[in-house]
């Protein structure tokens, strides 16, 4: 259903395990990006009145993940710690060239933002079936869900704004380079590295 050309290997819910603390705090910190990203949308193409209600929830949404995501960390007797640098989105966000059309950045935005979320998805579904700690696994369970309905709407976007065929290539073109990308991460206690 993501249409990821590489799946993430299974022992990385290994390296999670043992690093419950890094990957809450690197999980609360994607979830404020998420909400941020959502932000700069609205900011960015206020004309787009669909995309700004729907941005709109999501950035509520995504802050209320945080606050779930920090409340485990509460829980559990740790803080929020600091920010950390994420690679994986560094590194994909240089797929697409700079410039072009404002309706091209508004597209290659969106389709980074469904691919971060096709990505989260998954691995939550990884954790939700593997990690040990059932409270924290049913936790991933039920953002997982979540994940995959931000994946489909961004990507809905990109192909309700663009030209279909066009928008469906970039994305092939995308998920086969975040492919190549994902091959040399996987190896930390972070939620996309």
Not at 77 to 98: A, I, T
Not at 135 to 161: C, P, Q, V, W
Request: with cysteine; hydrophobic share 40%.
């Amino acid at each position: 259903m993501l249409g990821l050309k590489l799946p993430t290997d299974p022992r990385w819910v290994n390296i999670v395990e043992k690093n419950i603390e890094e990957i809450l705090t690197d999980h609360a910190y994607c979830e404020q990006k998420a909400a941020s990203t959502a932000i700069s949308l609205i900011i960015g193409y206020p004309e787009y009145s669909e995309l700004v209600d729907e941005m709109t929830l999501l950035a509520q949404e995504e802050m209320s993940h945080f606050k779930m995501v920090h409340d485990r960390l509460l829980e559990r007797g740790y803080v929020l710690g600091r920010e950390r640098k994420d690679v994986y989105v560094n590194d994909l966000m240089k797929f697409f060239p700079k410039g072009g059309s404002r309706l091209d950045q508004l597209i290659h935005r969106l389709l980074y933002a469904a691919l971060i979320e096709a990505r989260s998805c998954e691995r939550f579904r990884l954790l939700s079936e593997e990690l040990p700690d059932k409270k924290l696994a049913d936790f991933y369970r039920k953002l997982m869900i979540s994940e995959a309905n931000h994946y489909t709407m961004f990507l809905g976007f990109a192909r309700k704004y663009g030209n279909r065929e066009e928008v469906d290539q970039k994305w092939q073109d995308l998920l086969t380079h975040e492919a190549e990308l994902i091959k040399d991460l996987g190896k930390q206690e972070t939620m996309h590295g």
